[in-house]
């Protein structure tokens, strides 16, 4: 079997950043990635908040940098889907499509996956008007009326994204005021583009062939109106993607990874980082200090498992 010192599943923010720190440790260092390199950081349009970048840089370009960065420092990549990962003695077996890989520590990076409305509609329109990502799907509703549902930084962002090409976004949001940092929420409501309705719920998208409309239900005034809309984006938060691990590793409520500030999980040799763990801030910055930390503190458990401690 293929052995590592440390494999990283998951190549976003939190992954590559484990991915440069792991190799340049002088660990063997794998990272495996199922879909593209860079997660979510792939879908922003302009990361504007990465500290030392001061001219916003396409989430693309920067995830290719971050790859390369952790290639030229000796991590290897490998595109595969992992099934799961157990503990066998001492090392890992990380079972990956191509085969089992053994690892003395292994960093969890897999991210979360956007969670669904539940609306009425929401599911059979999807790919038909209803939408998870912005920039992949808004040029295609250029000129239109769109809806974003949600209140937090997604929302927030991909709306200030959509009033670009929009004729003109309606965005819902159930409570009064945004969840999102005060700078973004501001920025979307001083945009002449997008019209805010605040205590308001999406009930149902409707259609014939694709979205034609939505039922939006004002929660204060229980006040019921369908509007004309060709898209409908949902930004509501994010399922921790955790599948692939051992059933003993700790959650919280939200399905989130407990770690301690070390990145260690309740198993021992097995880290979490970015937006998989529990976490009060997710951001790029935090991703990648959190992978830094996973690998760096990886290191140091496999100092200790081999006898090679510096103490
Ligand atoms: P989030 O912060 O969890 O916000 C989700 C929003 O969806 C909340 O406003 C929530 O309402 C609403 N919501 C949840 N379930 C709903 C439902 N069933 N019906 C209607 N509304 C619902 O998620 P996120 O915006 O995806 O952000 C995730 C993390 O990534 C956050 O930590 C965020 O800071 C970070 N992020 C940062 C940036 C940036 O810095 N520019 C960009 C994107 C994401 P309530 O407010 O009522 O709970």
């Known amino acids: 079997m293929e052995s590592y010192d440390l494999v990283i599943v998951g190549a976003g923010a939190a992954g590559l950043g484990a991915a440069q720190y792991g190799a340049r440790a002088n660990l063997k260092t794998l990272v495996i990635e199922e879909m593209a390199h860079g997660g979510q950081a792939l879908l922003i349009d302009k990361l504007e908040n990465y500290p030392g970048i001061p001219e916003p840089v396409d989430g693309y370009t920067w995830s290719e940098t971050m790859r390369t960065q952790a290639v030229d420092f000796g ?3 490998m595109s ?5 990962v157990r503990k066998d003695g001492e090392r890992f077996v990380v079972e990956t499509g191509d085969g089992p890989i053994a690892a003395k520590a292994v960093v969890i990076a897999t991210g979360a996956k956007h969670r669904h409305l539940g609306a009425k509609g929401e599911e059979e329109f999807a ?7 912005a920039t992949c799907d808004g040029p295609f509703f250029r000129g239109k ?15 200030m994204f959509l009033s670009k090409l929009a004729d003109k976004v309606v965005m819902v949001h159930r409570k009064d005021r945004f969840r999102a940092q005060k700078a973004v929420a501001a920025r979307v409501l001083s945009n002449p583009k997008i019209e805010v309705r605040f205590e308001t719920v999406l009930d149902e998208i409707k259609g014939t062939k694709a979205v034609e409309a939505a039922v939006l239900r004002n929660l204060r005034s229980g006040e019921v109106e369908e509007v004309p809309t060709s898209a409908v984006f949902v930004f509501v938060g994010s399922i921790p993607q955790v599948d692939a691990l051992p059933p003993e590793v700790a959650k919280d409520d939200s399905g989130s990874i407990v770690t301690n500030d070390r990145m260690e999980t309740s198993v021992p040799g097995l880290f979490a980082a970015g937006d998989v763990r529990a976490t009060p801030f997710r951001q790029v910055v935090t991703a990648v200090s959190d992978g830094a930390i996973a ?12 006898g090679k401690a510096y103490l």
């Open 80 to 84: 595969s889907s992992v099934a799961s």
């Open 75 to 77: 991590a290897a990549v």
């Open 295 to 306: 690998a760096h503190c990886a290191a140091q458990y496999i100092d200790e498992l081999e």
């Open 127 to 133: 790919g038909r008007g209803v939408s998870y990502c």
């Open 145 to 159: 009326r769109m809806i974003v549902v949600g209140g937090g930084d997604s929302a927030c962002d991909e709306a």
